[in-house]
């Protein structure tokens, strides 16, 4: 079982709509958690950082933990074209990062 | 400032012959880490490299080796390519290393073993 899990997609939204990604992860120990937002032909680039449980937010995207359940999930409000892009979820136990496959997101205007 | 550079940016190899890569972080950061990224995969952590010297190492076989230099410039190297060895291969700087949050992601290197 991979540390990180996460939907691969496609996903495929109408612009305007709202975008859940979601991800699970299997140690309890985890504590920090990050969205990143990787284009084509480029590298990840870090969108969100939360720390232990709880609803971080940073203008129309809001990124959610319940380590009760050891879930993780990014909202995406008005989602626009430009948001079209391949999202990771990732946790950092340790000194490791461990990364999601990644959620492919195709926003259509 | 100018951001995190690896070259080349697409290479071909072929089975049995070795790679090197090279990643230059982003001017002040000390830590340099490898990933690779596969489909299947995604992006599974290789090693850490901090101040020239290994910090963490992934789950990766002997075959894929790195260091640093003085000015913390960083080279992976993997030899004896393998068909699977196929990825793209990112290098990420930061500050704190992997103890911070913070890391800044490279273009990659779009590795073709054939």
């Known amino acids: 079982q991979k540390e990180v899990e996460q939907d691969p997609g496609p996903l495929s939204v109408p612009e305007g709509a709202i975008v859940s990604l979601n991800c699970t992860y299997s140690n309890s120990a985890f504590q920090y958690f990050m969205w990143y937002r990787q284009y084509s032909r480029k590298g990840p680039e870090l969108l969100m950082y939360?720390?232990?449980?709880g609803n971080k937010e940073d203008g129309r995207f809001t990124a959610q933990v319940d380590k009760s359940s050891k879930y993780i999930s990014l909202f995406i409000r008005d989602s626009q074209p430009s948001d079209s892009a391949t999202y990771l979820c990732?946790?950092?136990?340790?000194?490791?990062?461990?990364f999601g496959t990644g959620t492919s997101l195709t926003v259509i205007p | 400032k100018a951001g995190v550079t690896q070259t080349p940016r697409y290479l071909i190899k072929t089975r049995g012959q070795q790679v090197t890569l090279s990643c230059s972080p982003i001017s002040g950061h000390r830590s340099v880490s490898w990933y690779q990224q596969t489909p299947g995969q995604g992006l599974q952590f290789l090693f850490e490299y901090f101040s020239e010297t290994q910090r963490n190492k992934g789950n990766f076989p002997g075959r894929f080796s790195g260091r640093q230099f003085s000015n913390s410039r960083s080279e992976m190297n993997v030899s004896t390519l393998e068909l699977g060895d196929s990825a793209l291969y990112l290098c990420?700087?930061?500050?704190?290393?992997?103890?911070?949050?913070?890391?800044?992601f490279g273009p990659g290197t779009r590795l073709t073993v054939t």
């Open positions: 990420a700087s930061s500050l704190e290393g992997l103890a911070g949050s913070q890391q800044y």
């Open positions: 939360t720390y232990s449980s």
């Open positions: 990732a946790a950092r136990g340790g000194n490791q990062f461990y």
